[in-house]
């Protein structure tokens, strides 16, 4: 299939975020293309993205045809293919610091999720951590805990694990810090209690407030999870490493409190800022993989 989208599109940061970041198992960049496990309503599914110019490509191997309209919607939310390019570009643009950023890749996406669960699990595993390290703490969670799949095309061999399968882990087989196994083990039993709205059209507030009441869930963590799960587009991260060093190399404020300040005109698409902000450094996540 073909999945539109308002142009311009720019896949660098987009796919390069996917490929950088993805979990041995449950994803992969294969080919020039960007593949996942799907768990659906009526069973699982493989995903094949990649991007065109005028669209982006889209293959699904599905269990069940009734789950092709989730599958395509969720799709569409992990890549942010109905952001409007055109507009959120066009207020950042008033910033004399982030213009020319814009103008030289315009039409940056906030890469996010097609489950709100792993994402927010996979938040705490990189907390303070390379990338490196959070994919392999994730890619144990799912060996242990995953469900087995057989993908035919390529290296996919599992769903990510369910709240339910995780509930029950023992916290002293994670090479984790002690706070951080309690940290997860604590928002998973809130996530698999239902304690806690991670829907994409839910009351984002509230999901920021109960999430903030979890021990061990500090502003980073709970604002990755509003930008990538919740799909909050002015979700805004100013302790982040990279944004952090963004400020610095663009001489804009460097405390958290006075670039929040700042950033206060990038609104509502602070997320999107970010994207702009972390493009400036020199990390996997901002590029498509080689060929």
């Known amino acids: 299939m073909r999945l539109p989208f308002l142009a311009p599109l ?3 940061n987009l796919f390069g975020h996917l490929a950088a ?26 995903v094949t993205l990649w991007p065109m110019p005028d669209h982006v490509g889209c293959r699904l191997t599905l269990g069940d045809r009734r789950d092709l309209p989730v599958a395509i919607s969720r799709c569409r939310h992990l890549l942010d293919l109905d952001a409007d390019p055109v507009v959120i570009g066009d207020l950042l643009r008033a910033d004399p610091v982030l213009a020319p950023l814009v103008d ?3 039409g940056r996406r906030v890469p996010r999720t097609v489950d709100a669960f792993e994402l927010a699990v ?11 390290a959070a994919r392999t703490h994730a890619a144990r969670l799912v060996v242990a ?13 599992h769903l990510f694990p369910t709240p339910g399968a995780l509930a029950s882990l023992d916290p002293a087989k994670l090479a984790l810090p002690r706070t951080r196994r309690a940290t997860l083990t604590g928002l998973i039993a809130a996530l698999a209690d239902d304690a806690i709205d ?35 587009p002015d979700a805004f991260i100013p302790a982040d490493l990279g944004v952090r060093a963004a400020a610095r190399r663009l001489g804009l404020p460097l405390t958290p409190a006075a670039l929040t300040r700042h950033a206060a005109a990038w609104r509502p698409w602070r997320a999107y800022a970010v994207q702009y902000l972390w493009a400036t450094g020199d990390h996997p996540v901002n590029r498509l993989p080689a060929a």
């Open 104 to 106: 030289e890749h315009p």
């Open 145 to 157: 805990h995953g469900e087995p799949i057989t993908d035919p095309e390529g290296g996919l061999t």
């Open 21 to 46: 970041t993805a979990v041995p198992g449950v994803e992969e960049w294969r080919d020039g293309a960007y593949r996942r496990t799907l768990r659906l309503p009526h069973g699982h599914g493989v």
């Open 198 to 232: 991670l829907g994409a059209g839910g009351d984002r507030r509230r999901a920021r407030a109960r999430l903030s009441a979890l021990p061990g869930i500090g502003p980073w963590t709970v604002e990755t999870i509003a930008m990538r799960a919740l799909g909050d």
């Open 122 to 132: 996979r938040a705490v595993l990189g907390q303070q951590v390379s990338t490196a």
């Open 10 to 12: 720019c896949p660098g």
